[in-house]
């Protein structure tokens, strides 16, 4: 059974992924962190994040993995070097290029494959998991977006301002919306729900709830089926 979070930096998707996932005991997959790490390892090789066959070749060659909630990028442990600021702005250029797209959707099914998983990103609900059994997307506020960010980096010790987030995440979102492939954009039949005004608590109690009842018609649906 497969259930996919879509949605903007600073939805609340990642948060809410992880924890609808430890209710449910599925897994869960942060497809986002997989394009950080192409990123990173673009980033750690010298190469010119614009030169895309180079780019591609770096993705078809690494490995990544997740232990423990931990990301591994080859064998080393990349959970927070994955989250600068560099990385960030880098992962959103190369999650541009189509043939990395195609190493990592392939990644992402195969990890999916034959268990349950909540699985996180911008394109889980339109590209790589069309036929999902449940599907979310998630939006906030910009406002809302750049505050949540701007507590997570002051938690980090780094400086910054509230204005330069707005500016970076309005940039990265026009960046993800525009691409030409997969860009980011509910599914069709994706329940939306706006976080802006929600503890990560009622965020977590509505998906549960909705997960849950559908679990319980299919289950219904079954059981009728089978007695008639
Ligand atoms: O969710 P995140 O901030 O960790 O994602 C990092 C970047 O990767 C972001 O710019 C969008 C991109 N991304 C994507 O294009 N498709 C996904 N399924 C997940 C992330």
Redesign the pocket.
């Known amino acids: 059974m497969i259930v996919t979070i879509?949605g903007p930096?600073g939805s609340g998707?990642?948060t809410a992924a992880r924890g609808l996932s430890e209710r449910l005991k599925f897994e869960f997959l942060?497809?986002?962190?997989?394009?950080?790490c192409v990123?990173r390892a673009v980033i750690q090789q010298n190469i010119d994040l614009t030169d895309e066959q180079a780019v591609v070749k770096i993705s078809q060659q690494i490995t990544i993995a997740f232990s423990d909630a931990k990301v591994l990028l080859n064998g080393e442990d990349v959970s927070l070097s994955?989250r600068t600021p560099e990385v960030?702005e880098a992962?959103?250029l190369?999650?541009?290029y189509p043939a990395v797209?195609q190493e990592?959707v392939h990644l992402?099914r195969q990890a999916a494959k034959d268990i349950d998983i909540v699985s996180?990103?911008?394109?889980?609900g339109t590209v790589?998991f069309p036929d999902a059994f449940c599907k979310f997307f998630l939006v906030a506020v910009p406002q809302e977006r750049a505050r949540r960010r701007f507590e997570e980096l002051q938690a980090q010790g780094k400086t910054t301002t509230l204005s330069e987030i707005l500016q970076q995440i309005e940039e990265?979102d026009q960046?993800?919306e525009q691409?030409t492939v997969?860009p980011?954009k509910p599914a069709d039949d994706a329940i939306e729900i706006n976080t802006s005004d929600l503890t990560i608590d009622e965020v977590l109690n509505q998906l549960e709830q909705i997960v849950r009842s559908r679990i319980n018609s299919t289950t219904h649906e079954q059981d009728s089926e089978g007695n008639l």
């Open positions: 879509d930096a998707k990642s942060d497809t986002g962190a997989m394009y950080r990123a994955i960030t992962a959103s190369v999650a541009q797209r990592l992402q996180e990103g911008r394109d889980q790589v990265r960046r993800d691409r997969a980011l």
